[in-house]
């Protein structure tokens, strides 16, 4: 074994451990978010991921040469991300390009450090030479997956339908005949307007999001909805009705996958861009840590929707509002207050509903008055919005 080649081993040993890899595709991942001319934050994750798996190859291929070039599997989900969310070739050469810009600075800084007895310069065009021809066949395999990925999209008409709905909804620069064509004829011009946002949980559950829009809207006397698929984890539709769906109980939609809102909006193209905003505003409830249901409309979450914006705010109210009922151990009292606050049935067929003792329900009652410190009638709005905000935000 030359010296060349047991350095290299040693290398590719210590770059090998886990806190050197996690180290590395931080510092590569931050160097491709770095550019903020498009907002990717979000997929973050998944460009770590994609940087370790490059890593753990590229460092095979050093010590294991002649094995056949395989994009990483990850890669593969990141050309095909950024085709989806319409998102040009550009963006993708340029992770590429910023990653390798990357792998020159840390190149140097190892041939910096390698033992003054190696041709550090030597070793230098070795290393770029091998780390260039795997960026090269990267790219190459890279622009394939995203440019067959868009070539498909282009062909199902969603970009069209995408820019068209965009504008729409940004700077409402489209006219209702232009966005009912982009739609295929759905109407615009009428008195109502119904929007839901499906949005994926993970991106296992993307090809569950049509489905879900489908248990939702595909029920008899509701009229056709219109799809528009942005890309990413989100799927768009519309209805042409004045009233929402009244089919919300979630029914084949499972909510640990996908969540579906719903915002009803009034006629004309306002309506339909108000319709979309209040399902995307929704989603800052349906997507809350305590919250599990697969459907929620706007006009059931709007005060909760509105109070959630500033949620340093909304936490000291709620909790002001509830004193000692927030405390984690009186989930119980909490629910029995819920009840008692939305139902019209007495204590007695109240109790006999939930399956307790009328007692058992007087009980929790004094308790939960106690550590409000006041009567549970006193400011119930305000006591039941913030056991909403409780359940969907703060509950452990």
Known sequence: MTELDAWVTAFAAEQRRPEEVARWAATTADAILADGDVDLADLRPLLLEAVEEHWYAFLDRLTLPGQPFELVPTARTVALEIARRHLGLPLLLKIYQRAQEASWDF?????????????????????????????????????????????????????????????????????????????????????????????????????????????????????????????????????????????????????????????????????????HRDARAAQRVALAPGRQEPVTAYDDVAALVLVAHDPAAAERFTRTTLGGLADAHHARLRETVREVLTSADTADRLAERLGIHKNTIRYRLTQAERLLGHPLRERAGDLLLALDYHDAFLRA
């Open 107 to 275: 190149a140097v800084q190892v041939v910096e450090e390698a033992p003054s007895d190696l041709d550090r310069a030597g070793l230098l065009v070795w290393f770029w030479t091998k780390a260039t021809a795997w960026f090269g066949s990267s790219v190459e395999q890279s622009v394939l997956l995203h440019q067959t990925e868009t070539d498909r999209i282009r062909q199902r008409g969603d970009a069209r339908r995408f820019e068209v709905v965009s504008r729409a909804l940004g700077d409402r620069s489209v006219s209702p005949a232009e966005l009912s064509a982009a739609l295929d004829g759905h109407p615009i011009g009428v008195p109502g307007h119904v929007a839901l946002v499906a949005h994926a949980l993970t991106a296992d559950a993307i090809e569950q999001l049509e489905p879900a829009i489908n248990a939702v809207t595909r029920h008899p006397g509701h009229p056709r909805s219109v799809l528009v698929r942005p890309g990413g984890r989100e799927v768009w539709a519309w209805l042409a009705a004045a009233e929402r769906p009244d089919t919300l109980d979630g029914a084949g939609i499972d909510p640990t996958a996908v969540r579906v809102t719903i915002g009803v909006g009034g006629g004309g193209l306002d309506g339909f861009v108000a319709a």
